[in-house]
């Protein structure tokens, strides 16, 4: 119940500070941190150790996967946690994001060495 409420509070926080503008810094740095739907490309292959080109292909080349990323609660949902990170915590139980994030985790890493 405690992930639910900070999430809900932390949601509220940002849409009040969306709907008063630029009142200060920190609700500018929100707008704009906001306004950026993706990691930039350089942040994506210094995560990754791939280019983000390398990462189409390999998800190009999956087509199940690629199904799963069309999915618009599964676009929002990695857009979120692009961004924040913690908001995992909102799509543990929602199979079908997670399913999408293992098998983007397993496309990404190599398997373990045995």
Do not use: H
Not at 43 to 59: E, F, I, N, T
């Amino acid at each position: 119940m405690e992930a639910g409420d900070i999430i809900q509070k932390v949601q509220q926080e940002q849409q009040q500070q969306a709907s008063s503008g630029t009142s200060g810094s920190s609700s500018s740095s929100a707008a704009a941190g906001s306004a950026m739907p993706f990691p930039s490309a350089s942040a994506v292959q210094a995560q990754l150790g791939m280019s983000p080109q390398d990462l189409m292909q390999r998800l190009m080349a999956r087509p199940e996967l690629l199904q799963k990323f069309q999915d618009p609660k599964v676009q929002q949902a990695l857009q979120e946690v692009s961004q924040q990170p913690w908001k995992i915590v909102k799509y543990l139980f929602n199979s079908d994001v997670m399913s999408a994030i293992k098998d983007l985790k397993e496309m990404v890493q190599p398997p373990p060495k045995k």
